[in-house]
């Protein structure tokens, strides 16, 4: 390194300054007047996480710690190595041993999201930028500080999903945890050519006649919902996907009869659909939270050889099936029936079972009242579509956003988007003669539709299984036995010993709005979790002692 890329420190009347690649990076006359300002200006709201670009010498950031509100702290962060070796030589002692700040030298929004998260749980990001040295790396840190938002945003509307189907979600894990042996879950397989993921939108149904001419050339993933649609016009999908924590989903497992079409299936997927669908099963692992319970979960499923595909937290099986697709495929994916909207009348393309029940109900005098119901309910919003008359809501639109991201952050095949009408997902819109041409060029590249990895399996050992589901209960039998112990005052635990198990187990509360409180256990908190300890101790128990 020169001379002159080294930052220099020189006293001023006002105290330290620092000069760096040509530049002053605080005022030359008053260094700690700005960054002071900064500080009394910040987000003084409850569980704030205050990003502070550059911080050099620190001026600004202990007022920072004392004005910010409860739940709050602070990630300073430095993308160049010169300032932070700077940064780290002026850290005062007593912000090097608070546990409301760190310090991160990175340039990755990867980095800093996982740095928060070591913080706490936070609703918004504050950005404070209190020295010149933020605009070395303007484009780094805008790139984090829009990464740290999305992830808070993120969690907090899976808080939302947790608080409502938390508990749902830990019971069928158990339950499928203990049915493993019987699941008998199989690798997943590959597309080599072209796939499509089949939602159940209106607009699949004009994507139906392709999909038919190509079918021999094209691999078909399709959302549960869609099932109906897709096989009332003779197409079996390769893979059927389900999400569904609760059980109102099952209804469009009973076009099946008695086919067999292989299932991909999540851990947290209510138990029946593992039994109403016939063929192979596939397992994902969404992570619904981050949990040293689920983690512990793929552990033991991966010390078992059990294969799974672990994926992130998407929210809609839409979402999660193009995923899953991505995923599995070499070439590109074609999305339909992924609308994300509706029309009047008409929320579901035909064969789905919510129009099949509107019909069973029609009369001379009744004319699809759910249907119009769902069309025009509360928050219903119409989109700027060029078909007209396209409907949606927020929660759609969140969903078609969150795809678009997805597809936008992972490196895989591209998507490619058949519907022609609602919000962007973020793929290419083409037409249907294109698309038809696509599938054509990528099936003379990768040969046959589907490779299924069921050959390459060693062979499932149910002996082994059924020993790894035996420890993992009863792993967690024994934890919710000394948890229950210790407060019921039989078993001493020191505090910080007490937190530690107590978030190990994090299943507990996944159902408590004020979930971030178990960091801290108050009263009200160890109260409710008591219950939880006593239930799911007596739950787990059942669920051990009925495999024999």
Known sequence: MSGAEIPLVFETPGGLCVSYRGRLLYSGREPSKLPTRVAAACDRGPSRLHLVLSPLLWYGVPEILEAMGPGSAVLCVEADPALAELARLFMPRALAEDGRIAFLEASSPGEAVEAANTLGAFRACSVLAPTGGEAFNATAYKAMAAALSADFESSWRNRAALTVLGDRWAKNIFDNIAALPAIAPEPLPCFPAAVVVCGAGPSVEDALPLICRSRSRLGVVACDTALG???????????????????????????????????????????????????????????????????????????????????????????????????????????????????????????????????????????????????????????????????????????????????????????????????SIGGRSIGLAEAESLVAASSRDGGATME?????????????????????????????????????????????????????????????????????????????????????????????????
């Open 452 to 548: 299924t990895a069921a050959e390459k399996q060693i062979g499932f050992d149910e002996t082994r299984t059924a020993n790894a589901v035996a420890g993992l209960l009863d792993g967690e039998i024994r934890r919710l036995r000394e948890l229950r112990l210790s407060m019921r005052g039989t078993k001493s635990l020191d505090k910080a010993e007490f937190r530690r198990r107590v978030l190990e187990s994090d299943y507990l509360f996944w159902a408590f709005p004020d979930q971030d409180r178990a960091r801290h256990l108050p009263q009200d908190f160890l109260n409710r979790l008591m219950v939880q300890v006593e239930f799911w101790t007596y739950r787990l128990e059942t669920l051990a002692a009925s495999r024999g």
């Open 229 to 423: 649609t897709l096989l009332s016009s003779g197409i079996e999908p390769d893979l059927v996907v389900c999400l569904e924590g609760q059980a109102h989903n099952l209804a469009d497992f009973t076009c099946l009869g008695s086919g067999r079409i292989p299932l991909v299936a999540d851990l947290s997927s209510h138990p029946t659909a593992f039994r109403a669908v016939r063929g192979r099963k596939y397992l994902t692992l969404v992570r619904i939270t981050r949990s040293p319970f689920l983690s512990r979960v793929a552990a033991a499923l991966s010390e078992a050889a059990l294969p799974f595909l672990p994926a992130p937290p998407l929210g809609s099986v839409g979402v999660h099936a193009t995923h899953i697709a991505r995923r599995l495929a070499r070439g590109p994916v074609l999305a339909t029936g992924l609308d994300f909207s509706f029309e009047p009348g008409k929320t579901h393309a035909r064969g789905c079972p919510s129009l099949l029940a509107e019909a069973s109900r029609m009369d001379r005098l009744t004319r699809w009242p759910g249907q119009y119901a769902a069309s025009f309910r509360e928050r219903t919003l119409k989109l700027d579509d060029s078909r007209g008359g396209a409907l949606s809501d927020p929660i759609l639109l969140s969903y078609a956003a969150q795809l678009s991201d997805e597809r936008a952050t992972e490196a895989m095949p591209g998507l490619y988007d058949l519907r022609g009408r609602g919000p």
